[in-house]
């Protein structure tokens, strides 16, 4: 099982819908997680921290479930230019380890 | 000005060669790393330097030698080029390696070995 797990999508939904996904993470002692953004041949850029009691910024909400060892992205009212590829961060307690998940596709059409 | 810089944009080589990559951080950080993005997109951390001493190291062939000549710098380092080293390269940096802090990528390296 690997350590940091998204699912691949593509997600393809009409703008304006909302859309939501999942990162599972297999360690426990993780203690950091983020939602990271990356736009075709762009480097990765902060989307959103994820803090334990949830946190919401604008149209994209990220919630923590320590307990099933999940994190989640929503995303309201989608927009063309939400189209892209998001990709769940795990940083371990040491802060020795730094772990990608694969990425999840989204696809907004008009 | 841009935060995060690296150094060639695109390079194109051939199988045994030895090349480097160049980066550099405007943003006063403490913490720069070296990531490779492969043909999967799978994005992986190689290593992480703190104030030019290296903390994540995590299983690259030895061919692959990272240098940090001052906090702001972060060059990477590749003998003997094989096929399988063709990804793109990010270099980033943030104020900390632990908890919340955001990490600033630079462009990418797409490196192709022929």
């Known amino acids: 099982r690997k350590e940091v797990e998204q699912d691949p999508g593509p997600f393809n939904v009409p703008e304006g819908a909302t859309v939501a996904f999942n990162c599972t993470y297999s360690?426990?002692?993780?203690?950091?997680f983020f939602w990271y953004r990356q736009d075709c041949r762009k480097e990765p850029k902060l989307l959103m921290s994820?803090?334990?009691s949830g946190n919401e910024d604008g149209r994209f909400t990220a919630q923590l479930n320590r307990a099933s060892q999940y994190i989640s992205l929503l995303i309201r009212d989608s927009k063309l230019s939400d189209s892209a590829t998001y990709l769940c961060?795990?940083?371990?307690?040491?802060?020795?380890?730094?772990?990608f998940g694969s990425g999840t596709r989204l696809s907004i059409r008009p | 000005d841009t935060a995060v810089s690296q150094t060639p944009k695109y390079l194109v080589t051939q199988m045994g060669n030895d090349k480097s990559i160049k980066c550099e951080q405007n943003?006063?950080?403490?913490?720069m790393y070296w990531y490779k993005q492969d043909s999967k997109k799978f994005l992986k951390i190689m290593f992480s330097?703190?104030?030019?001493?290296?903390?994540i190291n995590e299983t690259v062939p030895n061919r692959f030698s990272p240098k940090s000549p001052d906090k702001a710098h972060l060059n990477l380092h590749i003998n003997s080029l094989e096929l399988g080293d063709s990804a793109v390269y990010f270099c980033?940096?943030?104020?900390?390696?632990?908890?919340?802090?955001?990490?600033?990528f630079g462009p990418g390296t797409r490196l192709t070995v022929l």
């Open positions: 994820v803090y334990s």
């Open positions: 330097y703190n104030n030019k001493e290296l903390i």
């Open positions: 943003l006063g950080h403490d913490t």
């Open positions: 961060v795990v940083k371990y307690s040491s802060a020795s380890k730094i772990i």
């Open positions: 980033a940096s943030s104020q900390e390696l632990a908890g919340f802090d955001e990490q600033f």
């Open positions: 360690n426990s002692a993780s203690q950091s």
